[in-house]
């Protein structure tokens, strides 16, 4: 009888630990790699959140009006693995600061990218990764 209930708790852990694996998306199923945009704008938040981080920047259209891009990073131990911290990330970007996002435009047209590289305005590349997309 006892072992069918630690056999129980194991399946039952096993879905639960499961559930990520499920919600995880495929680079190819959401982002066009063959449309790499630039935006520039101010630094508006940067949600340190798993299982992808995101960067908020507001760009300034043509006609005056403003968008909010959002620019999803690589999961969190991508970016430790990539030396980010997020201490180091709150002192290196500020909110209103003024930075270049980089990255592969989302499919359906929304918008957000697949954030490759974040520059601040003296130059310094905060996020440098690869130009490439990720594995699928």
């Known amino acids: 009888m ?19 694996v499920w919600a995880h998306h ?8 063959s449309k790499r945009l630039t935006l520039k704008g101010k ?5 340190w959140v798993n299982p992808h981080s ?5 760009v300034t259209n043509p006609d005056g009006t403003k968008t ?3 620019g999803e990073t690589p999961p969190v131990n991508v970016l430790y693995r990539n030396g980010w911290t997020k201490p180091m990330v709150e002192d290196m970007v500020k909110k209103g600061e003024i930075v270049t996002l980089t990255g592969q435009a989302a499919k ?8 490759n590289g974040v520059t ?17």
């Not at 129980?8 to 990520?20: F, N």
């Not at 495929?26 to 790699?33: G, W």
């Not at 995101?54 to 507001?58: D, T």
């Open 26 to 33: 495929s680079f190819s199923s959401e982002y066009d790699s």
């Open 68 to 70: 909010i891009w959002k």
């Open 54 to 58: 995101w960067i908020h920047v507001e």
């Open 108 to 115: 359906d047209g929304s918008n957000h990218v697949f954030a």
């Open 2 to 20: 006892r072992s069918k209930a630690i056999l129980g708790i194991a399946v039952i852990a096993a879905l639960v630990a499961a559930v990520p």
């Open 43 to 47: 630094m508006v938040a940067f949600e």
């Open 120 to 136: 601040r305005a003296d130059g310094k590349t905060v996020l440098g990764l690869s130009g490439a997309p990720p594995e699928d």
